[in-house]
């Protein structure tokens, strides 16, 4: 899905709330795709303290002002759909632990399947323990 402004990527995630492991796939990304786009979306299988609206202001809140290729945005329908809309060319995935990888694949088969490919970041070790729920739970 180029267009000729380069690789845009899309990184899609609940962000409840956005980790120090999320910021580091998205450093990774935006070294490999020439754009990134955090998409905070509605995982109808999570219940969110907040809506995705907030949760888009407080990812911008804690991006290094100079990643200007990365942008975020809030979206509430399939991933896939988002980038046909706005020709984005793959999806990027973190992956913690094989429990991961496990359902990503599923995931990544399905877009592969309408037209969108994913790729695989995996966390860095010092940071594959930490999840959203996690951080929620400490209340840190």
């Known amino acids: 899905m180029s267009t000729g402004r380069g690789v845009r990527a899309v990184y899609p995630g609940s962000f409840d709330p956005f980790t ?41 809140a804690v991006l290094p002002v100079g990643w200007t290729s990365v942008s975020v945005a809030a979206w509430s329908g399939l991933t896939s759909a988002y980038c046909r809309r706005h020709e984005v060319g793959v999806i990027v995935r973190g992956l913690r632990n094989t429990t991961d990888m496990q359902s990503e694949y599923r995931l990544a088969a399905m877009n592969e399947s309408l037209g969108v490919p994913t790729v695989f970041l995996p966390a860095q070790p010092e940071l594959a323990a930490v999840s959203s729920t996690a951080v929620r739970t400490l209340g840190t």
């Not at 995705?52 to 990812?59: F, Q």
Request: glycine share 4%.
């Open 20 to 60: 120090p492991g999320h910021l580091d796939v998205v450093d990774r990304a935006r070294r490999l795709f020439d754009e990134v786009v955090v998409l905070v979306a509605i995982n109808s299988l999570k219940n969110p303290g907040t809506d995705e609206e907030e949760r888009a202001a407080a990812v911008r």
